[in-house]
């Protein structure tokens, strides 16, 4: 259990440290957080671009780089950022030092790119708060089994934060951002989005496993699990420290915590979609294994599908995978031609997802309904649709993306008015 003087996580992500300026704002906000009398530690991400050069450079000298050092180069972003905060929070008065991942230690699995967390031992650090200073950990990274460094993802300085979080029973976690909340749609293509003063984690974690980045999808589900306040705040705003009472961002709370029940409560949507139709298969059962088994076994992850029968004993399978699954995505389709016996294989890169969420969906009816006549009345043909218990997703053309986002924001009464 928390003791009596308040323990709280601050994470900055990108564009909150993006600069020298930014990353002496952030420190004399650490300090006020400190000096109302909180433990504070502090996690960080790379400057805002850095994460994206790096992975760059990997890509232009290999395709298939090794991502053992693919790891050790693109960590290398937020090791530079926990150095510069820790040298701001001197600066100014405020024990700091910087902490790598594997320092911490923060222990992962081998699955380099995309690693998911083992375990994290939060003594180091108590240790190191209770001496007064703050530690400014690298965000992103850990270590493998084998001592490597590994890194979780893109976007996963959250999953970090929350993570460290639970290890040091912190009272919350607060993500600070370049917007002051967690919006009803990404506020940047709605004007009309509204802050949502509080979500469920079932909800966030829907609304990020469908493309929206505020959370990165795995820190929802870990904050879900380990029971961790989390707060989603700006960090371009200027505030007081945030002790108790009343929060100025968004928080992520389970559902009996929120009083406004609303049938829907976000839209997102994600262009990193694309879609293939395997064309007048024969049909006969066990298709959809041949199809979709190599799929799995070349890492291939699809998301919806569609099957259709025809009255010719043929059969038409459309399913969605990510932009960069596509690739690998045709070449193990164009390897099964023979034996799956297909006409035609039709693909398509320039596609969006849109999902609406709210758990309301449960218990009424009409979300899909709204959605589809919406979207018919501004004539955007629907490609594939997928629903689960709290959402409705389906694909169109990626030119109706922000047309499709607003009309839906609108049929759903979310505007701010
Ligand atoms: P950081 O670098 O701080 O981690 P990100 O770019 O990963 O920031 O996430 C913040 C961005 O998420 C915002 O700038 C916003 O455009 C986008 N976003 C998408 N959907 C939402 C939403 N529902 N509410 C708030 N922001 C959203
Ligand atoms: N810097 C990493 C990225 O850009 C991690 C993060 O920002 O959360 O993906
Ligand atoms: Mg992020």
Redesign the pocket.
């Known amino acids: 259990m928390p003791g009596s003087v308040p323990r709280i996580v601050m994470k900055?992500?990108?564009?909150?440290v993006g600069d020298l300026e930014r990353i002496k704002a952030v420190a004399e906000r650490v300090k006020k957080q400190k000096d109302a009398g909180c433990d504070v530690l502090v996690v960080v991400?790379a400057m805002?671009g850095e994460t994206n050069k790096l992975v760059g450079y990997c890509d232009a000298l290999s395709d298939l780089h090794d991502a053992r050092e693919y790891d050790s180069i693109v960590a290398t972003g937020e090791q530079v950022t926990s150095g510069l905060l820790a040298i701001a929070l001197q600066k100014i008065g405020v024990a700091a030092r910087s902490f790598a991942g594997w320092q911490v230690p923060i222990r992962t699995d081998s699955v380099h790119g995309k690693a998911s967390l083992d375990t994290i031992d939060g003594e180091r650090l108590l240790g190191c708060m209770a001496e007064g200073i703050v530690p400014v950990v690298a965000g992103f990274q850990g270590v493998g089994p084998d001592g490597r460094v590994t890194t979780l993802g893109r976007?996963g300085?959250?999953t970090s934060a929350v993570a460290l979080a639970a290890a040091i029973r912190a009272d919350r976690c607060d993500?600070?951002?370049?917007?002051d909340?967690?919006?009803?749609?990404?506020?940047?293509i709605v004007a009309k989005?509204r802050k949502l003063e509080k979500i469920t984690y079932e909800e966030m974690l829907e609304?990020a496993s469908v493309?929206?980045?505020?959370l990165q999808t795995r820190s929802v589900g870990l904050a879900m699990r380990e029971r961790v306040r989390v707060q989603?705040l700006s960090s371009f705003e200027d505030g007081p420290a945030l002790v108790e009472g009343e929060l100025p961002g968004s928080l992520v709370v389970d559902e009996d915590e929120i009083v406004e029940k609303k049938l829907v409560t976000?839209i997102?949507y994600s262009r990193d979609e694309a879609k293939l139709s395997v064309r007048r298969i024969p049909d006969r059962p066990g298709i959809a294994a041949a199809i979709f088994g190599p799929l799995s076994e070349a890492n291939v992850n699809v998301d919806m599908i569609v099957q259709s029968t025809g009255a010719d004993g043929t059969t038409n399978m459309t399913f969605t995978t990510s932009k960069s699954d596509l690739p690998r995505a045709i070449s193990t389709l164009e390897s099964m031609r023979h034996a799956v016996q297909y006409e035609e294989l039709a693909t398509d890169a320039d596609v969006v997802k849109i999902s609406v969420v709210g758990t309301g969906m449960r218990s009424h009816t009409g979300v899909a309904a709204t959605m589809f006549r919406t979207l018919s009345e501004r004539s955007i043909n629907i490609q594939v649709i997928s629903t689960s218990e709290i959402k409705v997703s389906v694909l169109v053309s990626a030119e109706y993306a922000e047309l499709a986002v607003r009309a839906l924001h609108t049929a759903y009464g979310l505007d701010d008015v």
């Not at 993500?175 to 917007?179: G, K, N």
């Not at 909340?181 to 940047?188: A, L, M, N, Q, V």
């Not at 493309?211 to 505020?214: D, E, M, P």
């Open positions: 900055f992500g990108g564009t909150s991400s805002a976007g300085s959250d993500i600070y951002t370049d917007v909340g967690i919006y009803t749609t990404d506020p940047r989005a609304l493309g929206a980045r505020v989603v976000g997102a």
